[in-house]
């Protein structure tokens, strides 16, 4: 099955890829991604990933740990990460996507106060090859969405932007735990409204399936750190735009934490909204946190995501796997489950 780009808002210039013996069957769309990826260590869960041939790879964040004020020494570290043989070896056997979190942004939790936003989202927009026509150079940030197709089936791809207009997060108090709590009104930016305005219109294109990559959680329980728990009212727009704009069939994939697991989210209408979190390339944590949402085990050595779309048995296996290619966590649901009625 050929599958062509329709709605190009980054396209890599890369020489067209040949498929191995061991590419998924003609009938499945495959999107691999991982995030928090230290440009210091090996990264050999990229020739894993690159194994399976996927169809599309989505860098979530953290893609290097920039943490720096110097734009030179961002590039540095960029490049570092663009050396790797197994970097170059994926971006070859597939088309590779990025979003941003807060190390390749360039300092940790930060939002719009970073003051070289401007500056990295550039670095970032080059290194990832985005063209100078293409739609996420066109607008401040570096959000898009793109569409594949296989004339019979189409895929969107959002690219989320939850760095350069963030409010800062509210700090804990009392009763709550680590280092943040949920803004308790309104009105605190996540996304910021112009990123609004153009998901609103992003989402009223026709597609199969939508896969929104946003490098914070969405669809974990609280925990205190990072993720769009702390902008509760944000979270709640975003189910709601889904809902008025008939985006059935979406499912998030998020990285950051430094672990791997899948979440459930059950709005108080709709249907569910799953989140695959895959974390890290390189990076570990020495514990997890509990989530209420959770399907299935945390994975806490260093993982993969893996969405494979079986357009025949209209249904999505949305998997965690290890460098040795293990399946460790994985569910399975069907296109109709998540049909907005």
């Known amino acids: 099955m050929i599958w062509s780009l329709l709605a190009i808002s980054c396209l890599h210039t890369t020489s067209p890829v040949t498929k191995p013996a061991d590419s998924p069957p003609a009938d499945t769309f495959r999107v691999a991604f991982g995030s928090c990826a230290h440009q210091n260590k ?23 740990y920039g943490d720096t004020d110097d734009m030179a020494v961002l590039q540095q570290k960029y490049d570092k990460l663009g050396a790797k043989p197994e970097f170059q070896r994926l971006w070859e056997r597939t088309a590779v996507r990025a979003v941003w979190d807060d190390h390749d942004y360039g300092r940790n939790d930060a939002g719009k106060e970073y003051p070289h936003r401007l500056a990295s989202e550039q670095i970032f927009l080059d290194f990832w090859q985005v063209p100078a026509d293409a739609d996420r150079r066109q607008h401040e940030g570096i959000y898009g969405a793109e569409v594949f197709t296989d004339g019979a089936h189409t895929v969107q791809l959002i690219l989320l932007d939850t760095r350069s207009f963030r409010d800062p997060i509210a700090p804990k108090t009392r009763g709550y735990k680590n280092s943040y709590r949920p803004h308790d009104e309104p009105g605190a930016a996540f996304l910021g409204e112009a990123q609004w305005a153009w998901l609103a219109g992003v989402l009223q294109q026709p597609a199969t399936i939508r896969i929104i990559a946003t490098s914070n959680q969405f669809g974990h329980s609280y925990n205190g750190w990072e993720s769009w728990t702390n902008f509760p009212f944000e979270q709640q727009r975003m189910v709601r735009l889904l809902r008025e704009a008939g985006a059935s069939a979406t499912v998030f994939i998020s990285g950051d934490v430094h672990w791997g697991e899948i979440s459930r989210y059950t709005p108080d209408s709709g249907p569910p909204l799953y989140d695959v979190t895959s974390s890290g390339i390189t990076q570990t944590w020495p514990s997890t946190e509990p989530n209420e949402n959770r399907v299935g085990p945390v994975i806490r050595e260093n993982n993969f995501g893996l969405i494979e779309i079986d357009w025949r048995a209209r249904q999505m296996s949305l998997q965690l796997r290890t460098v040795e290619n293990a399946v460790v966590s994985e569910h399975r649901v069907d296109f109709d489950a998540l049909q907005i009625r």
């Open 42 to 64: 090996d990264q050999p869960i990229l020739e894993t990933a690159a194994s399976l041939s996927p169809d599309l790879f989505v860098w979530l964040g953290d893609n290097i």
